[in-house]
């Protein structure tokens, strides 16, 4: 990595949004031994492997479940049996699960709710849960002592944060929380064991109010920390890049930078402006229908390249229309909106935006010479050959079950008749590749070599 990424610099471009993650260390590691079980299948699903790893031995003495916290527990549970005997003792207590013998009996969807709601009356997960509302309260403390810039400090006793809890979780955690900067919303904090840990995002507004080098310092001491999304905007306050500028550079491959083109969407706002009565017989002279109104394009207009759904996404837009100012009327921002889908955002691209932006896309790159890549990272392929089967079969019957329904009841063919059309020409070991790869040996493999 560039050396000069690590110190602050001044930019051109600046962090418009910023979402982190955080947990403590007991909750890391239960997160980590829930991968191991759920890889080697002991569990239908990580969810499942993660409840289990809350609810089961899995810490010494030195960690969480000697932690003193004070907890009060309305219903008693006892969180010291072993995962199967903690839910199936709950099982048998529950007017609604009852009717079941096992939890594995209960329907999928049901059987999630039924697992959550016990796992959150378990002592641990309660315990977990104080460990992170403490990393929250710290980390407060830390923002309006230390990540605060002085200007935001109004006197050294007044808090610039703050937040407020609101009545729901959030994003799929349990609580959630209102970020404000001096009473204004500046962003969103959600929190619970059941999602492992802390997730903080700071809006525009909040965003204005850190020290971005001492923010990058405290997130560099803290575990188990994570960028999970970046905005980094350009403003052009001069306009001398219009959007249409933008879209000439994606016309010319500016966005391009593999041989698969990114999805792009072009928006105009306006309003209709009603055609005097000559217009409008002139126009249904020339086209032959009556054209009532005409469509201007003066509301402003917005070009979307790419998908934030893939991690990665630039949106170019004229601001100054979106906020109608009188003094920079030609004002156009350019955004890059990065997403910690198959890619790790490094904590140093917060001090150098510029160098971040311009590695985005070649139509960036007039921003700066220097370049920091966040690049995306290949996805290991499971080389399962049962997996790979059943997915090959899932879509076998998506794609062609109606056809073969066809063959079977409509042509009136045998079983026997339809498998020797749809393979004819094939020989006996002719399998997928994909399955090859995978080194599965075919059940009677003996047989066709024989």
């Known amino acids: 990595m560039n050396q000069n990424a690590k110190q602050p610099v001044k930019n051109l471009t600046k962090i418009d949004y910023l979402t982190v ?113 403490g990393d929250i309260s710290h980390f407060m403390h830390l923002m309006n002592t230390e990540v605060a810039t002085k200007a935001d400090r109004l006197t050294s006793d007044t808090l610039s944060w ?21 009473d204004i919303n500046s962003g969103v904090i959600a929190w619970g064991a059941n999602n492992g840990g802390v997730m903080v995002s700071f809006s525009g507004t909040g965003c204005a109010g850190l020290d971005i080098p001492k923010l990058h310092a405290m997130l560099k001491k803290m575990p188990n920390v994570k960028i999970t999304r970046l905005d980094i905007a350009y403003d052009d306050y001069e306009g001398n890049r219009t959007v249409f500028d933008y879209f000439q550079n994606l016309e010319e491959g500016g966005f391009c930078k593999t041989n698969q083109a990114p999805s792009f969407s072009f928006i105009q706002t306006g309003e209709l402006q009603k055609l005097t009565s000559e217009q409008q017989a002139e126009w249904k002279k020339k086209h032959g229908w009556q054209k009532r109104y005409d469509c201007v394009a003066n509301g402003g ?21 979106q906020m109608q100012s009188e003094s920079q009327p030609n004002w156009v921002r350019a955004e890059l909106e990065l997403r910690s889908i198959d890619r790790v955002i490094s904590l140093d691209a917060l001090l150098n935006t510029d160098a971040v932006f311009a590695a985005a896309y070649p139509a960036f790159a007039f921003i700066t010479s220097e370049r920091l890549e966040i690049r995306t990272t290949s996805r290991e392929r499971k080389h399962n050959g049962a997996l790979v089967a059943e997915r090959l079969e899932r879509y076998c019957i998506q794609s062609y079950s109606k056809f073969v329904n066809y063959l079977r009841h409509i042509q009136e063919l045998s079983s026997d008749e339809i498998i020797n059309r749809l393979t004819k020409g094939l020989n006996p070991w002719d399998i997928p590749d994909s399955i090859n790869q995978a080194c599965i040996t075919p059940p009677n493999q003996m047989e066709l070599t024989t």
């Open 301 to 321: 207009n917005t070009l979307y390249v790419g998908s934030r759904k893939n991690g990665k996404m630039a949106r170019m837009y004229e601001k100054g229309k």
């Open 162 to 182: 703050s937040y407020r809890n609101n009545t729901g979780g959030m994003f799929t955690y349990e609580k959630s929380a209102t970020l404000y900067r001096h």
């Open 21 to 133: 993650v955080f947990c403590p260390n007991e909750v890391a590691r239960l997160r980590f031994d829930a991968k191991l079980a759920f890889g080697n299948g002991d569990f239908s699903s990580y969810k499942e492997a993660y409840n289990a790893m809350l609810c089961a031995e899995m810490f010494d003495q030195n960690a969480t479940d000697d932690l003193e916290v004070d907890i009060n527990e309305a219903v008693s549970f006892n969180s010291d049996l072993l995962y199967d005997e903690l839910f199936e003792s709950n099982l048998a207590g529950s007017s609604k699960y009852r009717q079941y013998n096992s939890i594995t009996e209960i329907p999928e969807e049901e059987r999630k709710h039924f697992l959550k709601n016990v796992v959150r009356k378990t002592k641990r997960y309660k315990t977990l849960t104080s460990l992170i509302e």
